[in-house]
């Protein structure tokens, strides 16, 4: 069975600056044979976590709406690629308002514990970080890291990659980066490389 | 004279652990008759997410119409703006993200179209106060959301050093802070303190 890479974009701005890296890691992945999927979350419909803990009691989220199904995909893929731009130092509020709605598989493994990534699991699932950021600060990306991982372990994966490019408000776009663009599609095609041994194995 | 405060409870589970800690605050602050206080859940502020659209680096103003309407003249008039929030997987929940990622406009006044966000003479004159539960113990769970809330003040013209933070962890279930052995004490000691602090400068 071949390489599934699901891409998740989480900018609120279509065809921006972090889409077009996502898209570039997805091209890399494509090429190198994956089956490859992109979803935009402005298209779809979800309401941030209410709080409610009522998970906690059945592993169950009780909001319906677009999340749940997404997460279904998010655990069905081998490879998990988010992308956000960087917001006030942090990642988007859309982004952020999904990643939360995986409380669910948090209570799962650890209220619970009816969901465990056993063995070499978390190892076979790659999640991937891709961002811009208009600032030029190294530590541009460091308040988005912790949600992501969050993100990763709950859903089984390892955190493997970040694919992250700063300063887009002296590049005036990613367009003009002289490495991201190249960098995030040698990474989509690396991937999909090592998944595909590992699965081989 | 008055002394505006302005608190954005952003939690969207009402009367939790974020809020009740908000709520200790802003019961010390108004003993003071001279303060009044303008508490705004954020479930119920109607305040969309940033498109990153960058309009407002050219309008001064953001293109949607929403409860931000209302709270970015009150985020101008406050003395004191406070920020409660919940953290969920190690951040800062979406709600309180979204009015985050909304003051955009200020910064864009700020930075892009060089004017000023409070009159100069306002300035160094307003004071912030984050407050943050977590149900984790950890004692990192608070790091990654402190770059966002600074950004958030910065933007507003309140600078880091007249941020108060008081943030605690390892409360889950609704009500457990109420158990938290100096939580409340400490919230009472902030609201106060934060208000002598504010009087002496409103009066220099």
């Known amino acids: 069975m071949g390489v599934t890479v699901l891409g998740i974009s989480g900018s609120p701005h279509r065809h921006g600056n972090t889409e077009t890296l996502l898209d570039s890691f997805l091209e890399g992945a494509r090429s190198a044979g994956a ?7 402005r298209d779809l419909n979800y309401s941030p976590c209410k709080g409610c803990n009522a998970c906690h009691k059945d592993g169950e989220c009780i909001v319906k709406d677009d999340a749940p199904p997404l997460f279904d995909r998010i655990l069905a893929a081998d490879c998990l690629a988010v ?51 208009g600032q030029d600060w190294s530590h541009v990306f460091d308040g988005a890291f912790p949600s992501l991982t969050a993100l990763f372990h709950d859903a089984g994966f390892e955190y493997y990659d970040n694919i992250v490019a700063s300063n887009m408000d002296e590049y005036k776009g990613i367009k003009n980066h002289p490495t991201a663009l190249k960098e995030a599609y040698a990474k989509g095609l690396d991937v999909v490389r090592v998944l595909e041994k590992i699965k081989a194995q | ?22 709520d200790w605050v802003l019961a010390s602050m108004i003993e003071d008759p001279e303060v009044s206080v303008q508490k705004v859940p954020l479930t119920e502020a109607n305040i969309n997410i940033c498109r990153g659209c960058n309009a407002c680096e050219k ?22 703006i406070l920020l409660s929030s919940p953290i969920y997987c190690m951040g800062i929940a979406a709600l309180p993200k979204a009015l985050i990622d909304r003051v955009q406009v200020f910064r864009s006044r700020k930075y892009v179209l060089k004017l000023p966000v409070v009159p100069p003479e306002r300035r160094g004159k ?10 984790q113990d950890w004692g990192h769970v ?36 109420e158990h938290h052995p100096t939580a409340k004490a400490d919230a009472t000691r902030l609201g106060k303190s934060v208000i002598a602090e504010l009087k002496k400068r409103l009066a220099a």
């Not at chain 2, 004279?1 to 908000?22: H, Q, Y």
């Not at chain 2, 309008?59 to 004191?80: P, T, V």
């Open chain 2, 1 to 22: 004279m008055t002394i505006k405060v302005l608190a954005f409870a952003g939690s969207p589970r009402r009367n939790g652990n974020s809020e009740m800690l908000l």
């Open chain 1, 83 to 133: 992308a956000s731009p960087i917001y006030s130092m942090g990642i988007t509020a859309q982004l952020k308002g999904f990643i939360d709605r995986g409380q669910y598989l948090w209570a799962r493994k650890f209220v619970l514990k009816t969901l465990d990534f056993p063995g070499d699991h978390m190892s076979r699932h790659k999640g991937i970080f891709i961002s811009t950021a």
């Open chain 2, 142 to 177: 608070f790091d990654a959301a402190i770059p966002s809330v600074k950004c958030f003040y910065h933007v507003i013209d309140i600078r880091d050093v007249d941020i108060s933070y008081l943030m605690i962890n390892h409360v889950d279930e609704k009500g457990a802070i």
């Open chain 2, 126 to 135: 307003r004071l912030g106060v984050f407050l943050a539960t977590a149900g």
């Open chain 1, 35 to 41: 089956s490859v999927d992109k979803v935009v979350l």
């Open chain 2, 59 to 80: 309008l001064n103003k953001c293109i949607q119409r929403d409860g931000m309407d209302i709270y970015h003249d009150k985020i101008i008039e406050a003395d004191c």
